[in-house]
């Protein structure tokens, strides 16, 4: 230990500090003793103390002072939480720093230097002793001030810094979590400044943040500075890597999404207080991502680390919130920040809430969604701090951004709008506290939704939140995720949406039984496989262009393709890792694919495409053989490259015992051999051929699922989209039980796995009911059907002794 009164250096910190040092200052100190000899490096840097803050104020006789101010103090009004915070702030900054601690922070200060050179620029960064708790996060509330040089420019910081605990935010948020303001004190960590201002930086979390799915690392990430992230200034880079199997030696990047990125945050010299400013960055650096693969995974092994340093220090599990900066000069990436996460990982696990539309709209703004909740209201648009006081609670907040100033507001709001920020940023993270709705990166939406429009807001479909015209209904759902007892009968799950995985696989179940490649590539992909292959052959210029904008920032078409339906399929195979997940490779009929960009240039016009070119066809045929290439490479790449080994393939539509060696070979030639790393094949039973020939369908498949509306319709000569024989259409017709039975039987008799994944057992108990007594191994079901469907299997499975 130092003879420093006021100061400790990080390497002599601990987590257990708090009191002393703030959080922030605490966790830093923590990390930097015991994790840069596992290669996370830290800036190094040191503390001034919360007894120096208490030493400030006692010094120069103002903590009366202080008391008297605060007790006028009426949060509820605006103008007078403003006025008091002046107050308080001031009375701090007009007190001097006492000359014996000024002493020992020159001498570290110049220390630092030593270490790091004369030219040294420093972070100064207020951390308060309260903040960071398991229930409360005290992030932001405070100042940090960047790139600080000299003597001069470090004091005036420091000062700020003691006098920012009485930021109106700080005061307003002290007094909702019943924090007494004088049992706070603040603490000031002065580190070394990472260069980012001539690289990136970003923001990390050991969690998903919008449905606590805990197996992921999410990490944002822009150009320059980080504070425009946390700010909400700019739209970040995303990315999620997927954590067991990074531990495992894999390049589990399950997704990725290019931010607009506009801005960048660098140093600016002059005034001492205004030592940043922003820069526009050029357009061809916005459409590219602001770090590679290899940094990302570098990071997500980074957060994993962290995580698990303290989840092992708290003997529990312990998400934790990052920030971290790549050196433009070195190249190398550093931490500059970790506390714990207090939003989702507070959350109860036992319950699952699912809001639903029940009408949709005209759709006025779209941004990313944050948390999965639906409001509605009357729109105040707040052009700036000084436009706070009209805003009324209950209404919907919309700005261009927020900062920690808009807070007392805020959690007033039914719903946040802003144009720009993404899922890290302020906006973001005062929503998920606050738990209420939050579409941030909307762009225009300032200019669009005037004051006094009536708007649903609505972040329960997916990554994308909508903001719909008008008040609209709509409901939520709660479900108690009891234990449920294990059936001998698996139940999986049908599910299409990527976006909706990682909150799903919490619902009870024993995997995937069926993910459809098809929505995938029209909602991810949107371009015909083959028009990546052949662009040449496609005659409409315009969408030519659109093609080559969508695949702008990748290394070519193809990889767009790929890279894209690779990541689809990944975000579900995590989700429910180590389950078994089932993926069916494309089923789209030729007028379906006729509407993808391009693909009319490539597709036939069919009298009956649901009996036509699809499924297996199409896989060996010269008209599709390179777009079902591309399949098989994204598939391989979730497998091999993620290592996400708990994927298995199944083809639709194979109607020739012939047709099933075709593709087995074709799958074979793009590294996707059936044994080989475990690959299981499925095949999709839904022709009677399937049935009638299961035994030699059988030697090249290694399980069977059963698509009742196919089965249904083609035993029964039903067309199931035609409206005037819907009443005809019955999968609980007992020739269909039968030629359903019959397949059951063959995989039986054949060591083979049977399964179902049509609609009929998610609409008919009685379905499913039957299927059980026939012995079948899976009933793969809606997500709403699940808990429904499990007490007619445990049911059906006691009463014939299973």
């Not at 220390?111 to 708790?133: F, P």
């Not at 959350?347 to 969604?369: A, C, I, P, Q, W």
Request: net charge negative.
């Amino acid at each position: 230990m130092s003879d420093n009164k006021y100061i400790r250096w990080f390497e002599e910190i601990t987590i257990d500090d708090v009191s002393l040092v703030g959080g922030k200052n605490a966790s830093l100190g923590e990390m930097y003793r015991e994790l840069t000899d596992k290669d996370i490096r830290i800036p190094n840097g040191f503390a001034i103390t919360a007894e120096a803050y208490w030493h400030v104020l006692d010094s120069a006789g103002v903590v009366g002072d202080l008391r008297k101010i605060l007790d006028e103090l009426d949060t509820k009004n605006l103008s007078n939480l403003a006025d008091v915070g002046k107050k308080a702030r001031h009375t701090i900054l007009d007190a001097p720093i006492p000359e014996d601690l000024w002493d020992e922070i020159k001498t570290a200060y110049d220390k630092l230097c030593e270490q790091y050179g004369a030219d040294t620029d420093v972070a100064v960064r207020s951390s308060a002793t309260a903040e960071d708790l398991p229930n409360a996060s005290f992030a932001g509330q405070q100042e940090t001030y960047l790139n600080i040089h000299g003597y001069h420019a470090l004091n005036d910081a420091c000062s700020r810094c003691f006098a920012s605990l009485f930021t109106d935010r700080a005061i307003s948020y002290r007094i909702n979590n019943r924090f007494d303001h004088f049992d706070v004190g603040l603490s000031i960590g002065i580190m070394k400044m990472v260069r980012s201002d001539l690289a990136s930086s970003g923001v990390m979390f050991t969690i998903d943040t919008e449905t606590g799915f805990e197996d992921v690392v999410f990490i944002t990430g822009s150009y320059g500075l980080g504070e425009n992230i946390v700010q909400g200034l700019v739209n970040p880079d995303e990315f999620y890597v997927f954590k067991p199997t990074l531990e495992e030696g894999y390049k589990p990047i399950i997704r990725k999404k290019v931010g607009s990125k506009e801005i960048k945050m660098i140093y600016g010299r002059g005034d001492s207080r205004v030592l940043t400013r922003n820069v526009e960055v050029p357009e061809s650096d916005r459409k590219i991502f602001c770090i590679n693969n290899e940094e990302i995974l570098q990071l997500a092994r980074y957060a994993a680390t962290i995580e698990k340093h303290y989840s092992g220090r708290s003997n529990k599990a312990m998400p934790m919130d990052i920030e971290w900066a790549k050196d433009g000069d070195t190249g190398e990436l550093f931490i500059v920040q970790a506390r714990p996460e207090t939003v989702q990982s507070q959350k109860r696990k036992d319950v699952l809430e699912t809001y639903y539309m029940d009408e949709k709209g005209k759709v006025l703004v779209t941004g990313r969604s944050v948390g999965s909740r639906i409001s509605s209201g009357r729109v105040q648009v707040i052009k700036d701090v000084s436009g706070l006081s009209s805003f009324k609670p209950g209404e919907i907040l919309v700005a261009d951004t927020t900062t920690p100033d808009w807070e007392p507001v805020m959690k007033n709001a039914a719903a946040i709008i802003t144009n720009k920020g993404g899922r890290t940023c302020h906006a973001a993270i005062v929503s998920r506290e606050l738990d209420i709705p939050a579409v941030v990166g909307a762009d225009d939406s300032t200019e669009i939704l005037e004051t006094g429009r009536q708007v649903t807001v609505s972040c329960a479909e997916g990554d994308t939140g909508r903001v719909y015209e008008g008040q609209l209904a709509f409901h939520k759902e709660t479900t108690e995720l009891e234990d449920v007892s294990k059936t001998q009968t698996k139940i999986m799950m049908n599910l299409g949406n990527p976006e909706e995985a990682f909150a799903l696989s919490r619902v009870p179940n024993d995997g995937i039984g069926l993910a459809r490649l098809e929505f995938i590539i029209n909602s991810y992909i949107g371009i015909h496989p083959m028009a990546l292959v052949h662009t040449e052959k496609v005659k409409d210029l315009d969408v030519v262009d659109q093609i080559e904008k969508l695949t702008q920032g990748y290394s070519d078409k193809e990889e767009y393709f790929v890279e894209r339906l690779a990541e689809g399929v990944a975000t579900i195979t995590a989700a429910f890792y180590p389950k078994p997940v089932v993926v069916r490779m494309s089923d789209f009929k030729s007028n379906e694919y006729a509407t993808l960009l391009g693909g009319e240039d490539f597709e036939i016009k069919e009298n009956n495409p649901m009996l036509g070119f699809r499924g297996a066809s199409r896989y060996y045929d010269e008209r599709y053989r390179e777009g079902f290439a591309l399949e098989c490479r994204a598939m391989k790449k979730v497998r091999d490259e993620m290592g996400l080994t708990n994927l298995i393939l199944m083809i639709p539509f194979c109607r020739r015992v012939e047709e099933a060696r075709k593709v087995i070979e074709e799958m074979g030639k793009h590294g996707l051999k059936r044994g080989e790393n475990g690959l299981q094949v499925y095949v999709m039973c839904e022709i009677p051929s399937n049935v009638l020939l299961i035994d030699e369908f059988s030697k090249y498949f290694d399980g069977f699922s059963i698509g009742s509306n196919d089965l249904t319709q083609l035993t029964l000569g039903v067309d199931r989209d035609s409206e005037i024989l819907a009443s005809t259409f019955d999968e609980r017709d007992e020739a269909v039980k039968e030629i359903v039975s019959m397949a059951i039987k063959g995989a039986k008799r054949n060591n083979k796995h049977s399964g179902i994944c049509g609609q009929a057992p998610s609409d008919f108990p009685e379905f499913a009911e039957f299927l059980v007594q026939e012995g079948i191994d899976s009933i793969s079901l809606n997500p709403d059907s699940i808990l429904r469907i499990y007490l007619k299997v445990m049911e059906t499975e006691k009463s014939i002794g299973k």
